[in-house]
């Protein structure tokens, strides 16, 4: 996980600029915008009142989930953890600024969290490890009995994604340049793995529609229609790039 916790340092210059720039046209930096809004949602909205809970956010990057959250009302002990120094020296910055208590922002990984949490949160981070089967089981240990965890994965299942994986793949060889492969896990391994740890399904949800190659305003209109329309739909199993799931402790 060295070259990924290098990665995010170097991208934690330019990281905010994802989330305050209201008309980008990079497609991944809009995911990671519809990502964040559409778990504030669910969290504020649908999962029952965590006040006097605990909400732990496995992979926080700048720490913008939980401060959200806390702006949006949420009042439960936040733990949030990150492999990249840069990172969460900036989630400790912008945590000053506001001066939130009871948030708590420290450089790990999973292996670093010893508290049990009612909400675990672990957003665009699963595909960055090499055993995902493991880290989800790691994320599900985290969480008590009627908690939930919600997570996002790259979808194994969708055409898009081996579309894009290829085509990745084929401009880095002619580029010489070598990303940090980022991997992707189909959706019965994520239900067979949950269900074996005393998890049920709650919700799944369909984001990002599109290759995200280079930047291209049709492709992120396009992409918020279809985001609008079918991320609920099961066609968008074969469509979309990512999936966001929502699984209840219920052992």
């Given at each position: 996980m060295k070259k990924v916790s290098e990665l995010f340092d170097s991208r934690s210059k330019k990281y905010n600029d994802i989330y305050t720039d209201a008309h980008s046209k990079k497609l991944l930096h809009q995911e990671k915008k519809v990502r964040a809004?559409?778990?504030?949602?669910?969290v504020i909205n649908y999962l029952p009142p965590i006040n006097n809970g605990i909400v732990v956010d496995v992979g926080c990057g700048m720490g913008n989930v939980l401060l959200n959250l806390r702006e949006s009302g949420l009042k439960?002990?936040?733990y949030g953890?990150?492999?990249s120094k840069e990172m969460i020296r900036l989630a400790n910055s912008s945590l000053n600024e506001v001066g939130y208590e009871n948030i708590n922002f420290t450089i790990g990984s999973i292996e670093d969290i010893k508290v049990s949490a009612n909400l675990v949160l672990s957003?665009?981070?699963?595909?960055y490890h090499h055993k995902q089967a493991e880290f989800l089981a790691g994320l599900s240990s985290l969480v008590d009995t009627n908690g939930y965890l919600i997570f996002s994965t790259a979808n194994g299942d969708s055409f898009l994604r081996?579309?894009?994986r290829y085509l990745s793949k084929i401009h880095s060889y002619i580029t010489g340049k070598k990303k940090v492969e980022f991997s992707s896990i189909k959706d019965k391994h994520v239900e067979s793995l949950l269900t074996n740890n005393g998890f049920r399904a709650q919700k799944k949800i369909y984001i990002t529609f599109g290759?995200?190659?280079?930047?291209?305003s049709i492709e992120c209109s396009i992409d918020r229609w279809f985001f609008?329309?079918?991320?609920?739909?099961?066609?968008?199993?074969y469509l979309s790039?990512?999936?966001?799931?929502?699984?209840k402790r219920v052992d």
């Open positions: 809004e559409t778990v504030k949602e669910l439960a002990e936040m953890v990150d492999i957003l665009g981070v699963a595909g081996l579309t894009r290759l995200g190659l280079f930047a291209s609008k329309n079918f991320r609920n739909s099961f066609i968008s199993k790039l990512t999936v966001l799931y929502v699984y």
